[in-house]
T-cell receptor
């Protein structure tokens, strides 16, 4: 079974600084998708960024970028120029191919605090 | 376009009762997935419905069931509630549930079992 591990329960960063959240996963598949979701206090899960495993290029969305290391099964999220609104719980998630359909497997989450 | 909506937002029940939660997907989305979020177990996949058929199921007891209607709206039902069923229940919709589709989440229903 696929597993996703986030080893940092909590992280903090100063406003305008850069922070990196770590995620590792385990799968025997070669084709899959990885995601970072943000869950603010409102509990609404918001997609931050996604990465297709077959793409070597790391995904980027404005201030958010990932470092995808397929061989190491590592998928970290870098947040640049951190803003107060980035404070939230961040979840790394995996989705497999084919019959697994929409099923997402989530990590435990990392609570990010942004200090002014 | 309206996002995923879930009703009710908050619910309090007692042990042994049953409960029904509702999820309306984004217009045009035909796949609906349900997740349970608890402090102890984190986010766990319950099931997925597509075109009124359950396509995937997580590792939950038979007390948890769901269905999907022809307009893609979905309901999940929990019978004989237990204290451990207290959780945030999230639903997510996507166009077809393919692995290439992005899932969009609703705000969740907070269920408290007393």
């Amino acid at each position: 079974a696929q597993t996703v591990t986030q080893s940092q329960p909590e992280m903090s960063v100063q406003e305008a600084e850069t922070v990196t959240l770590s995620c590792t996963y385990d799968t025997s598949e070669s084709d899959y998708y990885l995601f970072w979701y943000k869950q603010p206090p409102s509990r609404q899960m918001i997609l931050v960024i996604r990465q297709e495993a077959y793409k070597q290029q790391n995904a980027t969305e404005n201030r958010f970028s990932v470092n995808f290391q397929k061989a190491a099964k590592s998928f970290s999220l870098k947040i640049s120029d951190s803003q107060l609104g980035d404070a939230a719980m961040y979840f790394c998630a995996y989705r497999g191919p084919g019959t697994s359909g929409s099923r997402l497997t989530f990590g435990e989450g990392t609570q990010l605090t942004v200090n002014p | 376009k309206a996002g995923v909506t879930q009703t009710p937002r908050y619910l309090i029940k007692t042990r042994g009762q049953q409960v029904t939660l509702s999820c309306s997907p984004i217009s045009g989305h035909r796949s609906v997935s349900w997740y349970q979020q608890t402090p102890g177990q984190g986010l766990q996949f319950l099931f997925e419905y597509f075109s009124e058929t359950q396509r995937n199921k997580g590792n939950f007891p038979g007390r948890f069931s769901g269905r999907q209607f022809s307009n893609s709206r979905s309901e999940m039902n929990v019978s004989t509630l237990e204290l451990g069923d207290s959780a945030l229940y999230l639903c997510a919709s996507s166009i077809s549930g393919r692995t290439t589709d992005t899932q969009y989440f609703g705000p969740g229903t907070r269920l408290t079992v007393l």
